[in-house]
């Protein structure tokens, strides 16, 4: 069983900066590769970037990349992402994944298995 809770989410004005955190727990968190993922309102559910197990290798979404970096501290089981220069578009409610089966596939949704409960973010223009 894995339990993965976020926070830092809020309300910003564009241009503004957040740093979302996912704070997870259970057996081997530290082995697996940990993703964040998105849904804006009336929107699917989109991924955002990805970490491999050891943060040796990050994966971003082209709507945030070069805005954003994923990173992970192993030793307090926690996962961030800094997302810089918000944008109206980047509201949405943020969800961290992980993935125990290995799937190697960074921004495949079904590659995931568990889910944060989510955290808003909103950007005002």
């Known amino acids: 069983q894995v339990q993965l809770v976020e926070s830092g989410g809020g309300s910003v004005q564009a241009g503004g900066s957040l740093r979302l955190s996912c704070a997870a727990s259970g057996r081997g968190v530290s082995s697996y590769a940990m993703a964040w993922f998105r849904r804006a309102p009336q929107k699917e559910r989109e991924w955002v970037a990805a970490v491999s197990w050891d943060g040796g290798s990050k994966f971003y979404a082209n709507a945030v990349k070069g805005r954003s970096t994923i990173s992970r501290d192993n030793a307090k089981n926690t996962v961030y992402l800094q997302m810089n220069n918000l944008k109206p578009e980047d509201t949405a409610v943020y969800y961290c994944?992980?993935?125990?089966?290995?799937?190697?596939?960074?921004?495949?949704?079904?590659?995931?298995?568990?889910w944060g409960q989510g955290t808003q973010v909103t950007v005002s223009s």
């Open positions: 994944t992980v993935d125990r089966r290995g799937s190697g596939v960074p921004g495949l949704e079904n590659a995931y298995d568990y």
